[in-house]
């Protein structure tokens, strides 16, 4: 078990390493005060609660942050999980120290109506504290590194629910913030749980072609240093393996199997000036053969992270490819620490710059009127994406998602050309506003006094949030009227594609509770965020399926019970010794073949009902099937008869979930996973795309009852673009 001496210890050295002229007495006295909070908490593995803060510090010290940060890693936990306040913690140890205390801490679910919205606030509490000091999101980034390292004492769905939270938001937030060290150990321990028999065989291949590798590495670095040494280039130069989790993405990306990949190798060459770099990259192409296309020079324009090198790749006399990175020493130092690497070179920057931090206030203004999950979207499209950086005819550079188009670049420079553009030219010539941009294009927009605003393609057009963003601001303002007809009219074709029964939104006891479930007073209201695009039918549709379909099986129980059907007491059905046929009991029917009717899959719990059919004894069906909806027709009713569930049933139930889903790369993989987890023995599962980026995957799989098959689809709705579930046929 690992102790708290080992730990202080630990922290102690680093920070003499790193930052001899830090202030030890605050330090301990911060130790002191946290280890007295905490004294009563253990950790997973029963070790004392203290030895995370102080991990969490050592991690700030790592990064070369000031005093004031490793107080607040030191007492991050101390507000949110004692009974320390923030006013204690900033007499004690000053203002700064407090708020960044209170930045890192999480605000309380008890007022927010679903895990979803508690996230979203607590993401924007982060990053309205990160627009005020940069240090909050540090603190943070290291408190999620150090429990990512420390995985293995969770249990296995919160392994999984923290690393798919880790590959989202925290080591994309790395990436952009130019932490590209801890980027890569935040993405390596997440795969080791997410896919573990993939990460596994990685780590076997790597482990086993070891000795090779590291030859052909110092082969490669030897040439390089011997070249550079030879025209008096002082350097420094290493070969590494690429990380297991680019590895990884690679092989997905490529469909590949690992032995096939070869562009798994990457050598730095680390020189003390810039004329140096660019020195070196032309020696690199005298000794290798260039790679067309590959060459990307990240010095002159370093990408918005701050980030600074010179990538090329290149292929040796052994036919293998390889990247080569070239940067000076204080590139190379943000390249690993990001930010944190420019705490030595700037005053004051713990304050947010006004150009570094630009996409951050971008991003708050922009989720004013988000729901949670189009706020965590937002986050993966304004800071996640990689960048395409295009040119004003100025010579402005604008830096705008991968994919973007002329109507992301008009709403990037402002709402009032994009509001009134009416065509763009790239390059000095007339382009379509759907044209992709590309590095170094030239975009100028033409727009026009009378222009009648965006048009509603337009959301389906643009690339970044802030272009779909200020477009949908545009028509909540404009248009509340035709918002209206347009989200009726979604809203009520959705319905009708998923078989639901509009009628039920009007029902006096169930529409309030879907209001309330879709966050909206009244119904026009919905149809005119629709309407506006801040809500898609969809997702407002998948919402409330489950809560309407509940409401109509009820409704149907009512019906089935008043129905002229004969209902048997339990009592007089154990006098009749009645038979249990597949965990079925039929009522007046001492002995048939029973069968579970394919259209509606029924499991244990369901509402059902029986059909005697022709030579094949009764169907099973749900009351709430189609096929039974018309049981009380005359012509039919002498052949429908009461049906139970028997009391015990060990034998499994087969079902079919099918999940509407927004396509994106892995969904499938996240399925899998998420059954697998829930240790359920799945039949089959496929997916298949739809227009529109829409995906519908279906599941065949194995249940004891509707209790576990309701689990299970909660379970589904959790992952990530999974937008709504209904029960499929067999």
């Known amino acids: 078990m690992e102790t708290f001496e080992a730990h202080y210890d630990s922290m102690c050295a680093t920070i003499r390493k790193r930052m001899p002229n830090a202030d030890m007495a605050v330090i301990e006295q911060a130790v002191e005060y946290a280890r007295n909070k905490h004294k009563e908490q253990k950790r997973k593995d029963g070790s004392p609660y203290i030895i995370h803060p102080l991990a969490v510090a050592e991690i700030v010290v790592e990064m070369g942050l000031d005093t004031d940060a490793i107080l607040g890693a030191l007492l991050h936990d101390c507000i949110e999980d004692t009974d320390a306040s923030r006013e204690e913690i900033s007499n004690l140890f000053g203002s700064s120290v407090a708020q960044l205390v209170d930045g890192v801490t999480k605000l309380t679910r008890a007022n927010f109506s679903s895990t979803e919205q508690a996230q979203m606030e607590n993401l924007r509490k982060m990053f309205m504290a990160m627009s005020k000091d940069i240090r909050v999101v540090l603190i943070k980034i290291a408190d999620r590194l150090h429990n990512m390292r420390t995985m293995q004492y969770q249990t296995p769905e919160k392994q999984i629910s923290k690393c798919r939270e880790t590959m989202d938001i925290y080591a994309p937030l790395a990436h952009r913030l130019g932490m590209q060290k801890i980027k890569w150990e935040l993405e390596d321990i997440s795969l080791r749980y997410l896919d573990p028999a993939d990460y596994n065989n990685i780590m076997s291949y790597l482990n086993a072609h070891k000795e090779q590798d590291e030859a052909f590495m110092n082969t490669i670095q030897n ?35 690992i032995d096939q990949l070869y562009d798994i190798y990457a050598f730095r060459v680390i020189v003390d000036t810039i004329p140096d770099c660019y020195n070196v990259l032309g020696h690199i192409h005298d000794l290798f053969n260039l790679v067309p296309g590959r060459f990307k020079d990240y010095i002159s324009t370093p990408k918005p992270n701050m980030y600074q090198s010179l990538h090329t790749t290149v292929i040796g006399s052994q036919g293998i490819p390889f990247e080569v990175q070239i940067r000076t020493w204080e590139m190379h130092e943000t390249a690993e620490y990001g930010i944190a690497a420019h705490w030595k070179y700037k005053q004051g920057a713990g304050e947010g710059n006004e150009r570094d931090f630009e996409w951050v206030r971008r991003l708050l203004e922009s989720q004013q009127d988000s729901d949670a999950e189009e706020f965590v979207q937002s986050l993966k499209i304004d800071m996640f994406d990689d960048e395409v950086f295009v040119y004003t005819p100025k010579g402005r550079i604008v830096s705008l998602p991968a994919g973007s188009t002329p109507i992301d670049f008009a709403y990037a420079i402002h709402s009032g050309v994009g509001n009134s553009m009416i065509g763009a030219k790239v390059n000095n010539r007339i382009a379509n506003i759907d044209t992709t941009l590309n590095n170094g294009d030239i975009i100028e927009i033409l727009t026009s006094r009378g222009a009648k605003g965006p048009s509603r393609d337009w959301l389906n057009i643009c690339k970044s949030n802030q272009a779909r963003t200020k477009i949908k601001q545009w028509f909540k303002k404009e248009k509340r009227e035709e918002n209206v007809a347009h989200g009726r009219s979604a809203f009520e074709a959705e319905m009708k594609r998923v078989g639901l029964p509009l009628s039920i939104t009007i029902d006096p006891e169930v529409g309030p509770q879907l209001l309330k479930k879709l966050s909206f007073d009244d119904w026009e209201d919905m149809y005119a965020a629709i309407g506006y695009g801040g809500l898609t039918a969809v997702k407002a549709v998948g919402r409330i399926r489950d809560d309407i379909n509940r409401a109509v099986k009820a409704q149907a129980n009512d019906k089935l019970t008043a129905s002229p059907l004969r209902t048997v007491p339990d009592s007089e059905a154990v006098k009749r010794n009645r038979h249990i046929v597949n965990g079925v009991i039929v009522e007046d ?97 496929f997916g298949k795309d739809l227009p529109g980026g829409k995906s519908i995957f279906t599941v065949k799989f194995e249940v004891a009852d509707v209790t576990e098959l309701d689990a299970i689809r909660n379970k589904l709705l959790n992952i990530r673009d999974v937008v709504g579930s209904r029960r499929g046929q067999n």
Request: overall charge positive; proline content about 4%; some cysteine.
């Open 223 to 257: 040439t390089i240093n011997q070249r550079l040494t030879s025209i008096g280039i002082q350097n420094t130069s290493y070969g590494r393996i690429k990380h297991v989790y680019s590895i990884y993405r690679k092989m997905q990306t490529q469909d590949k199997a």
């Open 589 to 685: 029917i001492d002995s048939c073949m029973i069968k579970f009717a394919k259209c509606c899959a029924p499991v244990p719990g369901d509402a059902i009902i029986g059909f005697i059919t022709k030579g094949f004894g009764v169907s099973v069906h749900r009351c709430d099937c189609p096929n039974a909806a018309h049981r009380d027709d005359p012509i039919q009713s002498a052949r429908w008869v009461r049906v139970r569930w028997a009391n015990e049933s060990a034998q499994p139930f087969e079902t079919t979930l099918e999940l509407d889903c927004i396509t994106r790369d892995g969904l499938l993989l996240d399925v899998a996973t998420t059954m697998t987890t829930a240790r359920v023995r799945v039949k089959e599962l």
